[in-house]
Each structure stands twice: as C-alpha cells, then as structure tokens.
C-alpha cells in the first residue's frame, strides 16, 4: 500500500492555511504560460492550483521555487519557511537512505532478514548467497582437512 505523496500533504497543509483572499491574490501571481486563464479561474483552491502546476512539472520534487515565490508573491513568509522546512526534511531523509526516498523502518518492525534488502535483485542475490556459501565453505573444508 502506498501512501499519500508527501508533496501533496505540502500542498494541502499551506492551502489549509490560506484565505479565500489570499487564493485570489494567488491566482493574479500566476502567469497564463503557467495555467490557462479558463484552467485558473475553475481552481478554487489552493492545493488544486498547486497540483495543476506539479502536474505541468512547475514544482516538483527537488524544485519548489515556483511554490516559494507564489508564497513570498502574497506575502505569506511564515508558509515559504514550511516550504524550505520540507525541503531540509526530504534531503535529510534522500541522505539517510541513500539518495532515494525510502521509508523509514521501526526497529520493532518483524519482517525476516530478507525483506529488509531494498529491492527484488537484493533479495535474489541475498538468497543466492545464504545458499551458495554454506556449500562452498564445506568444500573449502573438505578439501583442506
């Protein structure tokens, strides 16, 4: 099961946050090479105007600059420090786990030892090796009483 795309909850956590007012203002910052004027005027709230410019690839994962601007553009400077607070997050969590997002593992998870490798490809190999070894350093015995 997947879950929701942090970004999103980022687009809903500052929409949440903002007046109908502010939505207004926002739509005037937004230019027409970036949402059509009939698009824009159907976007009555912030999220969806957020979305529709993730969607034209404006902001995006690694890039929320467009979001930050928008955000300082109606004065909202509190909302550009959760953004760039999300963004400290998310390169934190790509560091801990090797450059990719990955979710964060509980130390009382169950899982078995061959679960906890990252991909299909690691759990062959893995595998492979529980099995390979034992015999090989039998052999290995065997031939060197």
Same mark, same amino acid.
């Given at each position: 099961m997947t879950g929701? *795309? !942090?970004l999103r909850k980022l687009f809903r956590q500052i929409s949440k946050q903002l007046t109908k007012s502010e939505v207004s203002d926002l739509k005037e910052c937004i230019t027409a090479d970036q949402i059509s004027a009939s698009t824009l005027e159907s976007l009555d709230k912030a999220s969806a105007i957020f979305i529709?410019?993730?969607n034209k690839g404006l902001i995006k994962h690694g890039d929320l600059q467009l979001l930050k601007d928008l955000l $300082? #553009?109606?004065q909202r400077h509190p909302l550009v420090e959760t953004v760039e607070r999300f #963004?400290? #997050?998310r390169k934190t969590e790509r560091h801990q786990f090797g450059?990719? $997002?990955r979710k964060r593992r509980n130390d009382d998870d169950d899982d078995s *030892?061959? *679960?906890r490798c990252r991909s299909t !490809?690691?759990?062959k190999l893995h595998r492979f090796y529980e099995t390979l070894l034992p015999v090989w350093a039998q052999k290995v015995k065997d031939e060197n009483p």
């Open positions: 929701i *795309d !942090p529709e410019l993730q $300082s #553009e109606i #963004e400290r #997050e450059g990719t $997002s *030892d061959d *679960d !490809p690691n759990k």
